[in-house]
């Protein structure tokens, strides 16, 4: 997953780019630093945001690399993204890259109704439903993608 521009303390904090970050947060255990309890994924870089992404790097790369901001080619994004998709949690890595497609594609293409039945779209959607239905499955009842 990447993200166009910096997220957390002092940073851009488009609402895609904070999407992605709090996506990846909860998709990381809590155990490697991830968010716990998980995050709302909302797009707004509040104080859990913000206090859950420090806390990530605290748990990863200590005092050293600890300043609250996630920079799109930096050593947090990286982990980030290493840690969202190892063992069981590579099914929801796979949800995230999907979203991830599925969010460069709004950028780029219009939505219509047309769009979603018959065109870009409806192969977009679909191939997102399928991995969520089989995401939620695989899961049983944990808490997934909202």
């Given at each position: 997953m990447?993200?166009?521009?910096?997220v957390g303390n002092d940073g851009a904090n488009?609402?895609?780019?904070v999407e992605s970050i709090q996506l990846l947060l909860n998709a990381v255990p809590a155990a490697a630093g991830g968010a716990d309890p998980d995050l709302k994924v909302d797009g707004i870089c509040?104080?859990?945001t913000k206090a859950a992404i420090l806390h990530f790097q605290l748990r990863q790369f200590g005092n050293r690399?600890?300043?609250g901001k996630v920079d799109?080619?930096?050593?947090?994004m990286s982990k980030l993204n290493e840690l969202a998709g190892r063992g069981e949690d590579s099914a929801h890595a796979e949800v995230l890259e999907a979203l991830d497609d599925f969010i460069d594609s709004a950028r780029n293409h219009p939505i219509s109704l047309?769009?979603?039945?018959?065109g870009h779209w409806r192969h977009k959607a679909e191939r997102f439903k399928?991995?969520?239905d089989s995401y939620s499955h695989t899961q049983g009842g944990k808490k997934g993608v909202a």
């Open positions: 990447d993200i166009q521009a910096s488009g609402r895609t780019d509040g104080p859990k690399l600890a300043d799109p080619a930096g050593p947090t047309s769009s979603l039945e018959y399928k991995l969520l």
